[in-house]
């Protein structure tokens, strides 16, 4: 039998248990009775050890049992194992408590820093096709390598290694999508444990490791508190955290070796694993901690709220180690006494009640400090833990979600927890700047898809203010193996225990996109049983499948809301849409235009949101790209050498280097929780009305300023601001006396909610009168400007393993008829009629027939061809050379825009704008120049006087233009004018259905526009 040393005192007997999996008639099959400190054998995970037969021996159930270990997807496990993983369900809620780690710094060191790492990989590098979708069978080197030993010799393969960090980043193997390979690293530090620790027991915390985690201390193994698998020292979960207890080997005053095995691929990797970049090693914080003898394991903290604007805090805790101990609560900036209580049989419940408590939302992260001190029989401290907390209550009612009694919309966003350059490794600079963005972006709610994050990030959403949706780490994975239930437990335990306690953390949703499994429900009901206070969703799953609070269905069209909305009102179940809507590719469009055509979707599906009280929230997928600069030279995906970014999709509200994309502003003016109405109401000789409209749930608008400037040709005449009092989930009207003088003169008067921080929530510009244009058109064609070409790109989209690929096909003339047969001008063109082919080998398809008369082209299109999606239609004008200045004049979205943002209502683009990778969007007028303007009222293309191409439309058939570069022998600039630009095809399209263009056999178009020449007004 293997010596795992002493297991955990347990401060409460364990009574009577029935095992899931012991027969009834154990005893008289044989089985014997083992006590707990019979200790266990059923370890034999080890790959180190040989084929001989264990002993298997279970602690706390009937059996010893003889088997001879078998292989299952590589690993080596008992045909005992099954009846040990039922058991571990059992005993792992009570003896897997862990401790907290201390307040006080003079017992907490942090192992962050430089470590010995050497890469084991197991059958070398796979390839890209190895990670679809398909487990990947588990490799280990034939010999473990005793690196744990403290004599042991390192050779030339061992190198420096970040901790945290992954070692894909480090470029020590590649980084893999989806599904692990083989690589296993080996980590060794050399640390000292202080001398003035001795007598105090040392943990380790180790917040994540990607993803089984092997520890031993000074060459042998150390126990781990929830061991994986029934190995002692040995965590399989990389998302969640986990502790070791070094004290049986630890050496106070001197140097200790600490030596942890990190394997990627393992058992359980595939609930880790998922639709995101899989990078391995020790990413997030190592932390070394001691406390006392007898200490709080745990705590539990929850909030209620009462009557009488009162709220009762109640807090639940164990005693470990001393069997006598008192407890005492206080709440700073509070005027209520201690809180005193004895902790009877190993436990404290305590309670206060707060008069008028200032509550926690995300409008108003209101935080107190709790301090608990642990005090002996003789009234002395013995530990002293300090928690922020958040008074607030998450409820349903009538199929409504509330926070704090008031409902409430989850504004969200689906984020994962990656960077370009650091991988997993994030930290706080990363989660503070991406909180700011999203605030700044009237973002209120993040779900951590697909697991939980590092515990800093929890800390800063309760300071900063968002809602949280805590994802319990299952995406993409059988849910139906009993076997497995025990990871899948872990893995709730874990998430819940450390999060519980935050304010921030509204929601537990379980997994992402599963297929139905007796998992789901195992973890349901323990999450319920662990935290009875949050509501539960399982992904894309009815609530009552498995009795949970929440629905959730993922890309929803808005047209199916009043049926899922039904539904909820009959179960009382809210139906939340946790990935809804997608975010668009930008390869599978036609241009970066497609940013701001990504608006509506937002908006429409937003508006559905908004429409029904049983719809808590959207959560649009993705906040950034799913992309990392992993420095190993073997790629196994597609990979942009410009950047060194390493990628499957580049849909990204901002990149992976968190630089905004253009829909990062639709983001912000679809969910602004103000708005603004399209046009005054009323306007006198001095003062003005606007509609308002408050969808704060707290926040009256007192609490910001509005601020005004009235403007005349972009300069402003006068400005100020004021607070204006609107009651939170209300409509009015906002009113603002002006100075006479000011307001006669202004052609503008623009408005703005903004923080006192200088948050602006959104602003709108109203128009006084109109503003004199600074060009025109002119009648005479620019010189030598030749007949425009014919724009027609067909596309086809598919899913073709892990893309999304678009195959474009472009138009071709033949049969062209000129009226005069030598036009080549435009200015000597009457009409002219052609045969349309398109398709590899030229299929007819339709005819064109197109006119130029008095200063008008127009044209008329018979389509003959099959069933084609159009990903752009129009015409391609050549102006002359030196026309690189890209004008327009459209009906924008919105009445302001940032500088340089594309979406913006006219502005003038140079071609150097061009110029910006895809993967890393570091100007603001990114793709400015060769970005489609939807909806034009003119354009042009010129030289930087003025002079050159202008087109002007008729408003009740706006074209949409962008510039962009000719693939002609002869390179120059060309102006794009298209009746049509479809977004990408993908599955948010439904909602936009409108904004594409399907030709069938018989359909025709038409359409006409002015060409002249643009003249500057002095």
Same mark, same amino acid.
């Given at each position: ?712 040709? /972009? %300069?402003?005449?006068? @400005?100020? !601001? &004021?607070?204006?009092?609107?009651? *939170?989930? +209300?409509?009015?009207? =906002? ?22 921080? /200088? %948050?602006?929530?959104? @602003?709108? !510009? &109203?128009?006084?009168?109109?503003? *004199?244009? +600074?060009?025109?058109? =002119? ?240």
């Amino acid at each position: 039998m293997i010596d795992h040393g002493p297991l955990p005192n347990l401060s409460r007997p364990f009574g009577t248990r029935t095992i899931p999996g012991v027969p009834p008639n154990a005893e008289a099959l044989g089985y014997s009775r083992m006590s707990l400190r019979d200790k266990s054998a059923a370890l034999e995970c080890d790959r180190s050890r040989g084929p001989n037969p264990l002993k298997i021996e279970i602690p706390y159930c009937r059996f010893v049992q003889t088997a001879t270990p078998t292989r299952r997807n590589g690993v080596r496990r008992s045909v005992a194992a099954a009846i040990f993983y039922s058991l571990a369900t059992i005993l792992y809620p009570l003896i897997a408590q862990g401790a907290l780690i201390p307040s006080e710094p003079d017992h907490v060191i942090s192992l962050d820093g430089t470590w010995r790492f050497k890469l084991e990989q197991a059958g070398g590098y796979d390839s890209a096709a190895d990670h679809g979708g398909k487990p990947m069978p588990i490799h280990a080197p034939e010999k473990a390598e005793p690196f744990q030993e403290p004599k042991y010799m390192e050779g030339k393969e061992w190198v420096d290694l970040k901790v945290p960090g992954n070692w894909e980043m480090a470029g020590y193997s590649p980084a893999t999508y989806n599904q692990p390979d083989n690589a296993i690293g080996l980590y060794r530090l050399w640390f000292e444990v202080p001398a003035a620790w001795k007598g105090r027991p040392v943990r380790l915390n180790f917040d994540g490791v990607q993803n089984g985690a092997e520890v031993f201390l000074n060459g042998k193994p150390v126990a781990v508190d929830e061991p994986s698998w029934g190995r002692e020292n040995y965590h399989e979960s990389g998302w969640t955290a986990f502790q070791v207890d070094l004290t049986p080997q630890v050496k106070f005053g001197a140097k200790n070796l600490l030596a942890v095995r990190v394997t990627k691929n393992t058992r359980s990797a595939n609930l880790d694993s998922g639709d995101y970049f899989f990078l391995g090693g020790i990413y997030r914080p190592v932390t070394l901690f001691s406390i006392p003898s007898s200490y709080l394991p745990d705590v539990t903290i929850q909030t209620r709220l009462l009557e009488g604007d009162k709220a009762s805090i109640q807090v639940s805790t164990d005693l470990a180690g001393s069997k006598e101990a008192w407890l005492t609560m206080h709440i700073e900036g509070t005027h209520s006494a201690a809180t005193r209580g004895k902790i009877e049989n190993g436990h404290a419940e305590l309670s206060e009640i707060l008069d008028h408590p200032k509550l926690w939302s995300a409008e108003f992260p209101n935080l107190y400090t709790l301090n608990l001190q642990l005090r002996d029989v003789h009234d002395e401290i013995i530990e002293t833990v300090t928690k922020r907390i958040g008074i607030r209550e998450v409820s349903i009612s009538n199929a409504v979600f509330l926070v704090n009694g008031v409902p409430v919309k989850l504004a969200g966003v689906c984020r994962h927890d990656v960077c370009a350059t650091e991988g997993t490794a994030v930290g706080p600079d990363l989660w503070r700047k991406d909180i700011t963005m999203m605030k700044s972006a009237n973002i209120n709610s993040i779900r951590t898809s697909h697991y939980p994050y590092g515990e800093g990030f929890y800390n800063l959403c309760d300071e900063l203010g968002i809602y949280v949706v805590d994802e319990l780490p299952y995406c993409w994975c059988p849910t139906g193996e009993a076997d497995m239930q025990p990871a899948f437990e872990q893995r709730a335990r874990e998430t819940v225990r450390r999060d519980k306690n935050h304010p921030s953390v509204i929601i537990w949703t379980i997994g992402n996109e599963n297929k139905a499994g007796r998992n789901l429900q195992v973890v349901a009901d323990l999450v319920k049983k662990l935290d009875p206070t949050r509501p539960r969703n399982v992904s894309c799953m009815d609530g009552e499948k498995y009795k949970v609070e929440l629905s959730d269905s993922h890309y929803t069209s808005p047209s199916d809301f009043e049926k899922q909305v039904a539904r909820a009102r009959e179960t009382g179940r809210p139906h939340i849409h946790l990935e809804n809507p997608n975010t668009w590719d930008v390869r599978l469009a036609a241009d970066p235009g497609m940013y701001e055509q990504w608006g509506p979707v937002l908006q429409r599906t937003w508006e559905a949101c908004l429409k029904y009280d049983s719809v808590p929230g959207l959560f649009p997928f993705e906040w950034q790209d799913r992309a990392v600069v992993d420095r190993n030279p073997s790629k196994l995906y597609y990979y942009v050498p410009e950047t060194g970014i390493n990628l499957l999709k580049i849909k990204g509200i901002v990149d992976a280097f968190r630089n905004p994309r253009p829909s990062l502003y639709e983001v912000k003016m679809v969910y602004s929780p103000i708005q603004i109405g399209e046009t005054l109401d009323q306007i006198t000789s001095s003062i003005v009305w606007f509609p308002v409209t408050n969808r704060y749930s707290f926040t009256d608008l007192s609490v910001l300023y509005l601020s005004w400037k009235l403007m005349n040709g /972009g %300069n402003i005449l006068a @400005s100020n !601001r &004021f607070h204006f009092r609107q009651a *939170p989930l +209300s409509a009015g009207k =906002g009113q603002i006396a002006l100075p006479e003088e000011a307001l006669s003169r202004a052609d503008a008067l623009q408005v703005a909610f903004i923080y006192p921080n /200088g %948050n602006e929530v959104v @602003s709108h !510009r &109203f128009v006084l009168k109109e503003t *004199p244009a +600074s060009s025109r058109m =002119g009648s005479d064609l620019p010189n030598d400007l030749p007949i425009p070409e014919f724009n027609l790109v067909t596309r086809v989209t598919a899913k073709k393993g892990l893309w999304r690929e678009a195959t474009r096909y472009h138009a071709r003339l033949e049969n062209i008829k000129m009226d005069p047969p030598s036009a080549r001008l435009l200015t000597e063109l009457k009409e002219v009629d052609a045969d349309i082919l398109v398709g590899t080998n030229g299929q007819p398809v339709g005819k064109i027939h197109a006119s130029f008369a008095n200063g008008e082209f127009s044209y008329h299109l018979d389509w003959s061809g099959k069933r084609a999606e159009v990903q752009e239609l129009g015409w391609a004008f050549h102006p002359p050379r030196g026309c690189d200045r890209f004008s327009w004049d459209r009906a924008a979205r919105w009445s302001v825009y940032p500088p340089g943002h594309l979406g913006r209502a006219r502005g003038t683009a140079t071609p150097d704008s061009m110029n910006v990778p895809l993967t890393r969007v570091d100007r603001p007028d990114a793709f400015d120049f060769n970005s489609t303007k939807c909806d034009c009222n003119w354009a042009s293309l010129t030289s930087e006087s003025g002079q050159g191409l202008r087109i002007e439309f008729d408003p009740k058939q706006r074209f949409h233009c962008r510039a962009g570069v000719s693939e002609d022998k002869e390179p120059g600039l060309i102006l794009f004018v298209n009746q049509q630009v479809s977004p990408p095809d993908d599955i948010s399209k439904p909602v936009v259905s409108d904004l594409y263009l399907t030709l069938k056999p018989g359909d025709t178009l038409e359409g006409r526009f002015r060409v002249g020449s643009n003249q500057v007004v002095r």
